[in-house]
C-alpha cells in the first residue's frame, strides 16, 4: 500500500510456499480472486506457474519462469504453484487495492454462506507460518473440487465461478466510496500529474524527487500465495 509508485500501482516481491504439499501434494498457494485490480506476474526466480480459472475460458495453467510475464484480469481465481524455489514480483493496479479488501480466498460455497468460519479460516495467518500454511489447506480442499468439477460437469464448474465473484462484489458494494478514493489518490492522480505535464510543453515539468524503497522494509508478511516482501516506504534521495 506505498504511496507515490509509478502509475498508482503496487509492487510486492512474492516467494510461493514450498515448505510443504498441501492436501492435492502441490506446493501452493491459496486460490483466490481480485475483484477490482488487474494483477501481473514477472518471474525472478525457480519455476512455477499460475493456474487460472474464467467462466468464458475456463481453467488453464501457465508455466513461469525467471524472465516470463503473465497479466490476468479481475474476476479471474488465480493459484501460484511452486515446482522449484518460485519467486516473482507480483505487480498489482491501483495503489495495492488487493491489500485493502479486494482479493478474497477461495473456500467453496459452504464456507461463502457462514461469514464467521470465512472469517476464521482467512485469520489463521495470525498464528503464524503454520496457521498460514492451514489456511492454504483448507481454500485447496475446496479447490480440489472445483477443479474436479471442471473434468465432470462444465456448467456446474462455470456456474460456481460466477457464484464465488458475485459474493466476493456484494462484500465490497458498500465500500465504493473508499474503494474510489484509493482510485483517485492513485493512479487517477498520477495521470492527471502527467496530462499536466503535457499541457506545460514546450516549458518543462518541474522535476519531481527521486525516490528508493527496498522490498520487505517493513517485514515479511504471509500472504496469500507465499511470503510476501511488499515494496514500502519510499525514501527521497534528492538531497
Known sequence: MTDGLIGGIGITHLKVYDQRPGPDGVKAGCAHIHALCDEAYLGVKGSGAVELHDPELGFRTVPIEPGTYVQFPPGTLHRSVCYEDFEVVAVMGNSGLPERGDARIYFGPEVDADAQEFERLKGLAADGLDGALARRDASTEAYGRLLA??????????????????????????????????????????????????????????????????????????????LLRQVSQLSDLAG
Open 149 to 226: 468439477s471442471w473434468q465432470s460437469d462444465r456448467e456446474a464448474y462455470r456456474a460456481e465461478l460466477r457464484r464465488f465473484f458475485d459474493c466476493h462484489c456484494a462484500t465490497l458494494a458498500d465500500r465504493r466510496a473508499e474503494l474510489e478514493a484509493v482510485v483517485r489518490n492513485g493512479p487517477l492522480a498520477g495521470a492527471q500529474e502527467s496530462l499536466a505535464r503535457i499541457q506545460m510543453l514546450p516549458a518543462q515539468a518541474a522535476r519531481g524527487s527521486i525516490l528508493r524503497a527496498e522490498a520487505g522494509s517493513d517485514g515479511v508478511k504471509l500472504g496469500m500465495c507465499g
